[in-house]
């Protein structure tokens, strides 16, 4: 598994001069601009995403988890006893969900409001054909 922790920013522009321009980072996802509302950066063997889309109203902290295998994850944790039933109205923290940005993610979130997102990409996953 990997973790890419995703950071609240209240100005996408500034933050991604700060992280571009003074910390030596790149903007890795090639879609991204600086009207997205999320912005995936690396640097060396770093990844971290920021975010102005969540910022207002996320409580908690986001972490990325990529993994190869995003539903048989979701199983295992649904078997030791995972509880989806906080957040039925939300879609990605009922199963895994294939997202317009090429992943397949699911969120699970703590009493406290720290949310980790299990995700793997789209085009990484097997199928029987």
Same mark, same amino acid.
């Given at each position: 598994?990997?973790?890419?922790?995703?950071?609240?920013? =209240?100005?996408?522009?500034?933050?991604?001069?700060?992280?571009?321009?003074?910390?030596?980072?790149?903007?890795? *996802?090639?879609?991204?601009?600086? !009207? =997205?509302?999320?912005? !995936?950066?690396?640097?060396?063997?770093?990844?971290?995403?920021? +975010?102005?889309?969540?910022? !207002?109203?996320?409580?908690? =902290?986001?972490?990325?988890?990529?993994? +190869?295998?995003?539903?048989?994850?979701?199983?295992?944790?649904?078997?030791?006893?995972?509880?989806?039933?906080?957040?039925?109205? =939300?879609?990605?923290?009922?199963?895994?969900?294939?997202?317009? *940005?090429?992943?397949?993610?699911?969120?699970?979130?703590?009493?406290?409001?720290?949310?980790?997102?299990?995700?793997?990409?789209?085009?990484?996953?097997? +199928?029987? !054909?």
């Amino acid at each position: 598994m990997q973790i890419i922790p995703l950071l609240k920013v =209240s100005d996408m522009r500034a933050a991604i001069r700060h992280y571009t321009e003074v910390l030596d980072f790149l903007m890795t *996802w090639p879609d991204d601009t600086p !009207d =997205s509302p999320v912005v !995936d950066l690396g640097h060396e063997q770093m990844e971290l995403q920021i +975010t102005t889309h969540e910022s !207002d109203r996320l409580f908690g =902290s986001v972490i990325y988890v990529y993994t +190869t295998d995003v539903d048989a994850l979701f199983a295992k944790y649904k078997s030791r006893g995972l509880n989806t039933s906080a957040k039925p109205n =939300s879609p990605v923290h009922q199963g895994p969900v294939d997202q317009t *940005w090429g992943r397949r993610e699911f969120y699970v979130t703590d009493v406290d409001g720290n949310t980790l997102r299990f995700c793997q990409n789209i085009n990484m996953i097997k +199928t029987d !054909d």
